[in-house]
């Protein structure tokens, strides 16, 4: 049996769970990252579609999609931010914070010339996405 961990919204209506283990965990900078989830950095993890399920109060899943890039998902009766779906990736973004058992461990910083608090942490920094998901792969200084 795979490994799951389960996470909730703010209110606890809608719960989610992860089976598996992602395919990267890490830190976005980017401004629409940092807009949405309304502090200086978002903790990621990226697993394959499949590996995510919403268990409960799926009718309270509402979507904002800014982008084509990125299809964000949270709960319509308190706003709790969820996931967010990335087509261009093949990947679903839950955010760290909504998973609180699952052990993170980043590897990676992207978007890192974006950023507003400056981490050095020795993680690789870089300048937007790895070459693997169509990124330039270019690592910057911390």
Same mark, same amino acid.
């Given at each position: 049996?795979? *490994?799951?961990?389960?996470?909730?919204?703010?209110?606890?209506? +809608?719960?989610?769970?992860?089976?598996?283990?992602?395919?990267?965990?890490?830190?976005?900078?980017?401004?629409?990252? &940092?807009? %949405?989830?309304?502090?200086? +950095?978002?903790?990621?993890?990226? %697993?394959?579609?499949?590996?995510?399920?919403?268990?409960?109060?799926?009718?309270?899943?509402?979507?904002?999609?800014?982008?084509?890039?990125? *299809? &964000?998902?949270?709960?319509?009766?308190?706003?709790?931010?969820?996931?967010?779906?990335?087509?261009?990736?093949?990947?679903? *973004?839950?955010?760290?914070?909504?998973?609180?058992?699952?052990?993170?461990?980043?590897?990676?910083?992207?978007?890192?010339?974006?950023? +507003?608090? &400056?981490?050095?942490?020795?993680?690789?920094?870089?300048?937007?996405?790895?070459?693997?998901?169509?990124?330039?792969?270019?690592?910057?200084?911390?």
């Amino acid at each position: 049996m795979a *490994d799951k961990y389960s996470g909730a919204c703010f209110c606890g209506s +809608v719960e989610i769970e992860v089976s598996g283990s992602p395919e990267a965990m890490g830190y976005c900078h980017c401004s629409s990252c &940092r807009s %949405w989830s309304a502090a200086p +950095v978002n903790a990621f993890t990226l %697993w394959k579609p499949e590996n995510v399920k919403i268990t409960k109060g799926a009718e309270f899943v509402g979507k904002f999609t800014k982008t084509p890039a990125s *299809d &964000r998902q949270f709960c319509t009766k308190c706003g709790g931010h969820l996931l967010t779906v990335h087509p261009t990736f093949g990947l679903t *973004d839950v955010y760290a914070a909504t998973i609180p058992s699952y052990p993170f461990s980043p590897a990676v910083h992207v978007n890192y010339p974006e950023n +507003v608090m &400056r981490i050095k942490d020795g993680l690789p920094k870089l300048k937007d996405y790895p070459a693997e998901i169509g990124g330039s792969g270019q690592i910057v200084p911390e």
